[in-house]
């Protein structure tokens, strides 16, 4: 069965990094969405990906977040310059249009 | 911001008993809503949708149900199994808004399923 995977599944970094989180959507689908889940809150919208171009982002991806999908399988997520509240699960999904699917998530750890 | 809302953080259910999962929802223009499991350490897995113009959903041991006038929904398990035991997250959207349809969910309910 197709799924949605994430790389790395645990990511270290010192405040001030940049980091890249990967993922590979599942390959026919054609919307897709990073999320995040702070420890002890709900998961949160961060922003989607349609034709290549963002079509909607959240209050919490401003200029320091950044998407790309540099090519036809992979599409990540950037965080320029990270912040100790940066720290959490971030989710990938995707869709054809209706359910999403999630992978696995990358934890994400702010030093 | 408590757009989704599900107000039992737990539950806990003998084997072969229902579990009845609840959410409630304020934003009257979600018209598209979905439930996901979670086991710890792995991403939130799709269990069940239903669209506004419905009112149930079924799918084997898992049923879902829509009150759009009490703005509610319900997840039945039936019968439940120890395997069920994980967090259960509701979540809505606005479909007709856009084809992206970012979903927004509600905390969260552990349901543990006791042998």
């Known amino acids: 069965e197709p799924e949605v995977t994430q790389t790395p599944s645990h990511q270290v970094t010192q405040m001030g990094q940049e980091v890249i989180l990967r993922c590979v959507p599942i390959?026919?689908?054609?919307?897709f969405y990073w999320y995040r889940q702070i420890l002890g809150q709900k998961v949160e919208f961060l922003v989607s990906?349609?034709?290549?171009?963002?079509?909607?982002k959240s209050e919490i991806f401003d200029d320091q977040f950044s998407v790309e999908r540099p090519d036809g399988s992979n599409f990540t997520l950037k965080i320029r310059s990270t912040k100790l509240e940066d720290s959490a699960m971030y989710f990938c999904?995707?869709?054809?249009?209706?359910?999403?699917?999630f992978g696995p998530g990358t934890r994400l750890t702010v030093l | 911001d408590q757009q989704v809302k599900q107000n039992s953080p737990s539950l806990s259910v003998q084997e072969g008993r229902i579990s009845i999962l609840n959410c409630d929802y304020t934003?009257?223009?979600?018209?598209?809503f979905l439930w996901y499991k979670k086991y710890p350490a792995e991403g939130p897995t799709f269990l069940i949708s239903?669209?506004?113009?419905?009112d149930k959903n079924e799918d084997g041991r898992f049923t879902v149900f829509l009150n759009k006038s009490a703005k509610h929904l319900s997840l039945h398990i039936v019968p439940s199994q120890p395997g069920d035991s994980a967090v259960y997250f509701c979540?809505?959207?606005?479909?007709?808004?856009?084809?992206?349809?970012?979903?927004?969910f509600g905390k969260g309910t552990l349901l543990t399923v006791n042998p």
């Open positions: 999904a995707s869709s054809w249009g209706g359910e999403q699917f």
């Open positions: 390959s026919n689908h054609l919307y």
């Open positions: 990906f349609y034709n290549n171009e963002i079509s909607e």
């Open positions: 934003n009257s223009m979600f018209d598209y």
């Open positions: 239903i669209s506004s113009i419905k």
């Open positions: 979540a809505a959207s606005a479909k007709s808004g856009g084809s992206n349809y970012k979903l927004t």
